[in-house]
């Protein structure tokens, strides 16, 4: 093997997304050398740090917390206080209050962009090794540790790689681990707008034919908007006016907050789900969007991918090996029904409201109103999304 050795290192973390950062926040404490490769150079580069704003739970605050970066995030984070889950042409809404979970609020609307530089800012001020720009190229597996090849022909070795590279992820396809893809064949187009009325912390989903529409509460009673729209729609969709635009999204959410008026930029993200096939290999594991990329419509990737941060750090805490087969095993063990129940949560609501996809009738079937009026069925949902690992199950 040919290229420059840079050393050995206990991890080695590719992907410096919003999981491949917290990662490295979360393992600082235990003393281990950590090395972290991300593609793009940042701040600026990297594809986490786009116009969206991301909604963390209140499980994943209870993560951010002792890492020691809440109250920066807090900084720019505007408190959900309130859900509101209303499907158009039927009867019924659902509703979560703060006041109900005894909470402060359900979870928080952050500027990715926000979450991401603090992330890396604070992943700099720790002892781990920040290699970026720097891509993996190849990845050969040993007993004892692994060796990592970057694309200016660096080599590292590491007892443990966490493959925290996204959807896409470069180490499962070195791997050749098999991923399953379903393609949604919808997009969400995401920007932001301002309403006539004041949002009060109130984050808003409407299931319509077409999608969902999310209108979630922002700074300055400003809110983000995420659309989503089946997938042959969106070019004809982006290349709308603004004017057509905003009275499109005004027909579609109603008048709830009244007449929107000025709207952001738009991106469009078309939406599939990749599940890993597996969540470990010898001295690797995968954490994130490369373990499993799940639709936006419930807001539970990055608070699931911050589960799986959490429970590398706590495998780790009492491992000699970092990569043995039985620390593997354990965050397998652990992360399984976790994942399991959050993506088939996530599916479910898909395909529940969605004509395009043929699936399951749940909500839909027992209606929002039922929903809102049953107690544990509600409280298993609220603890779903509140990240506190509930049994929720919205097609029973
Ligand atoms: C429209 C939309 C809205 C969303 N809203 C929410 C929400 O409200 N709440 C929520 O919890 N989640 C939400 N999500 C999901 C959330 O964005 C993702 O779960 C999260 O960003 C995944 O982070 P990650 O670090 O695992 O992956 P990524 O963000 O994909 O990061 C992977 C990183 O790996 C790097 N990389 C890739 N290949 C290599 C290589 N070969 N070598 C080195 N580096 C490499 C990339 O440059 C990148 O920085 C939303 C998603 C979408 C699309």
Same mark, same amino acid.
């Given at each position: 093997?040919?290229?420059?050795?840079?050393?050995?290192?206990?991890?080695?973390?590719?992907?410096?997304?919003?999981?491949?950062?917290?990662?490295?926040?979360?393992?600082?404490?235990?003393?281990?050398?950590?090395?972290?490769?991300?593609?793009?150079?940042?701040?600026?580069?990297?594809?986490?740090?786009?116009?969206?704003?991301?909604?963390?739970?209140?499980?994943?605050?209870?993560?951010?917390?002792?890492?020691?970066?809440?109250?920066?995030?807090?900084?720019?984070?505007?408190?959900?206080?309130?859900?509101?889950?209303?499907?158009?042409?039927?009867?019924?809404?659902?509703?979560?209050?703060?006041?109900?979970?005894?909470?402060?609020?359900?979870?928080?609307?952050?500027? =990715?962009?926000?979450?991401?530089?603090?992330?890396? *800012?604070? &992943?700099?001020? +720790? @002892?781990? !090794?920040?290699?970026? $720009?720097? #891509?993996?190229?190849?990845?050969?597996?040993?007993?004892?540790?692994?060796?990592?090849?970057?694309?200016?022909?660096?080599?590292?070795?590491?007892?443990?790689?966490?493959?925290?590279?996204?959807?896409?992820?470069?180490?499962?396809?070195?791997?050749? =681990?098999?991923?399953?893809?379903?393609?949604?064949? *919808?997009? &969400?187009?995401? +920007? @932001?707008? !301002?309403?006539?009325? $004041?949002? #009060?912390?109130?984050?808003?989903?409407?299931?319509?034919?077409?999608?969902?529409?999310?209108?979630?509460?922002?700074?300055?009673?400003?809110?983000?908007?995420?659309?989503?729209?089946?997938?042959?729609?969106?070019?004809?969709?982006?290349?709308?006016?603004?004017?057509?635009?905003?009275?499109?999204?005004?027909?579609?959410?109603?008048?709830?907050?009244?007449?929107?008026?000025?709207?952001? #930029?738009?991106?469009?993200?078309?939406?599939?789900?990749?599940?890993?096939?597996?969540?470990?290999?010898?001295?690797?594991?995968?954490?994130?969007?490369?373990?499993?990329?799940?639709?936006?419509?419930?807001?539970?990737?990055?608070?699931?991918?911050?589960?799986?941060?959490?429970?590398?750090?706590?495998?780790?805490?009492?491992?000699?090996?970092?990569?043995?087969?039985?620390?593997?095993?354990?965050?397998?063990?652990?992360?399984?029904?976790?994942?399991?129940?959050?993506?088939?949560?996530?599916?479910?609501?898909?395909?529940?409201?969605?004509?395009?996809?043929?699936?399951?009738?749940?909500?839909?079937?027992?209606?929002?109103?039922?929903?809102?009026?049953?107690?544990?069925?509600?409280?298993?949902?609220?603890?779903?999304?509140?990240?506190?690992?509930?049994?929720?199950?919205?097609?029973?």
């Amino acid at each position: 093997m040919s290229g420059t050795a840079a050393g050995d290192c206990d991890v080695a973390i590719v992907g410096g997304g919003l999981v491949g950062a917290s990662l490295v926040l979360a393992l600082a404490p235990l003393g281990l050398r950590v090395a972290l490769i991300e593609a793009a150079a940042p701040p600026q580069g990297a594809p986490s740090w786009d116009e969206r704003c991301i909604a963390i739970n209140d499980g994943s605050r209870r993560i951010f917390e002792p890492l020691g970066v809440w109250p920066a995030l807090q900084a720019a984070a505007t408190p959900i206080t309130a859900t509101h889950i209303s499907e158009r042409g039927r009867f019924g809404v659902a509703r979560f209050t703060a006041q109900d979970a005894g909470l402060e609020a359900l979870g928080y609307n952050i500027p =990715i962009r926000h979450l991401g530089q603090t992330l890396w *800012q604070a &992943a700099q001020r +720790t @002892a781990a !090794r920040l290699i970026a $720009p720097a #891509r993996l190229t190849a990845l050969d597996l040993g007993s004892d540790a692994a060796t990592l090849t970057l694309d200016d022909g660096t080599l590292l070795r590491a007892r443990l790689v966490v493959a925290a590279d996204g959807a896409q992820s470069a180490v499962r396809r070195l791997l050749a =681990i098999d991923a399953s893809s379903d393609d949604y064949r *919808q997009s &969400a187009i995401v +920007t @932001a707008v !301002r309403p006539a009325r $004041p949002h #009060r912390g109130v984050a808003y989903e409407r299931f319509t034919e077409g999608g969902p529409i999310a209108v979630l509460p922002k700074p300055d009673d400003a809110c983000s908007l995420v659309w989503t729209v089946p997938g042959e729609r969106v070019d004809t969709m982006l290349a709308w006016s603004d004017a057509e635009f905003l009275a499109q999204a005004q027909e579609t959410f109603g008048e709830r907050l009244g007449v929107f008026r000025e709207l952001g #930029r738009r991106t469009a993200y078309p939406l599939t789900r990749v599940m890993s096939a597996q969540l470990t290999a010898p001295r690797v594991l995968f954490a994130g969007n490369a373990a499993q990329s799940l639709h936006p419509v419930a807001a539970q990737g990055f608070n699931l991918g911050l589960r799986d941060v959490a429970a590398v750090a706590e495998v780790l805490t009492t491992a000699s090996d970092p990569g043995a087969p039985a620390t593997l095993a354990e965050y397998a063990r652990r992360r399984a029904a976790d994942r399991e129940r959050t993506a088939g949560f996530t599916d479910r609501l898909v395909r529940t409201f969605s004509n395009r996809v043929p699936g399951l009738r749940g909500l839909r079937h027992l209606g929002l109103l039922a929903l809102d009026l049953t107690p544990p069925l509600k409280d298993a949902v609220m603890r779903q999304n509140l990240g506190y690992g509930a049994t929720a199950s919205i097609d029973s």
